[in-house]
């Protein structure tokens, strides 16, 4: 079983200012990371995925997130962010096995982040 | 890019009424639904996995005779909320999955207020 740690519940932030969301993992086995955003009353968008290779990953709208495997962390940064990027941010992880009859394995989300811009 | 189409976006019912909501795969085929459930301003908790063709597994708590799981074919989920009470209101996320591709797609979620 795996589980997922987003530390900041809220993240404030001014706009032009960098930030970086938090996200610490716990598995036995090796996995996959996602990093999702949702605007209010919609489904989640993909930001950017880990699954192999290097081990920094660029997303969509200027994010990107490094995998630390010794730190069991894969944080979210952006240099500089917008007003528009005010939203909340999940963290989830998938271990890597498929199920034992082919099925896709279940994402398990943090708790999420919420960030806000500020003008 | 996979798009899952979700509907309805929000739905009011009246409590003891039963409420289906659709999701659809719009061009791909989804081997897997994953039915999440969010309350307000938490994480979103799995309900389910279906699969296409196979009755869903349900996670520890959730009651399968109240949230029924249809994964008839590889484009088209639904999850139908039976004798819906108050406390059933909340915001409903499929995701699909496709082997062919290592991505979770997810729906716009529906708003559902039982009064």
């Known amino acids: 079983a795996q589980s997922v740690t987003q530390l900041d519940s809220q993240v404030p932030v001014f706009e032009e200012a960098p930030v970086e969301l938090r996200c610490n993992y716990s598995?036995?086995?090796?996995?996959?990371l996602f990093w999702y955003v949702q605007y209010p009353n919609q489904g989640l968008q993909l930001l950017l995925k880990?699954?192999?290779?290097?081990?920094l990953v660029k997303g969509i709208n200027g994010f990107e997130a490094e995998f630390n495997k010794s730190q069991t962390s894969f944080h979210l940064r952006k240099p500089s962010v917008h007003i528009s990027d005010t939203a909340e941010y999940f963290c989830?992880?998938?271990?890597?096995?498929?199920?034992?009859?082919?099925?896709?394995?279940?994402?398990?989300f943090g708790s999420g982040t919420q960030l806000t811009v500020l003008p | 890019g996979a798009v899952v189409s979700q509907h309805p976006s929000r739905v009011i019912c009246k409590s003891g009424t039963s409420v289906k909501i659709e999701c659809r795969s719009l061009?791909?085929?989804?081997?897997?639904m994953f039915w999440y459930r969010q309350f307000p301003k938490q994480s979103l908790m799995l309900m389910a996995t279906?699969?296409?063709?196979?009755?869903?597994?349900?996670e520890q708590g959730v009651e399968k005779d109240k949230f029924l799981i249809n994964h008839a074919s590889l484009t088209l989920s639904t999850l139908t909320v039976t004798s819906a009470h108050p406390e059933d209101s909340s915001f409903y996320i499929c995701?699909?999955?496709?082997?062919?591709?290592?991505?979770?797609?997810f729906g716009s979620g529906t708003r559902l207020t039982v009064v």
């Open positions: 880990y699954l192999s290779g290097s081990t």
């Open positions: 061009d791909f085929q989804a081997t897997t």
């Open positions: 989830a992880v998938s271990d890597q096995s498929e199920g034992s009859s082919g099925s896709a394995r279940q994402l398990t």
């Open positions: 598995s036995s086995v090796s996995v996959y």
């Open positions: 279906s699969n296409e063709g196979s009755k869903a597994t349900y």
């Open positions: 995701s699909a999955r496709t082997r062919a591709n290592y991505g979770y797609t």
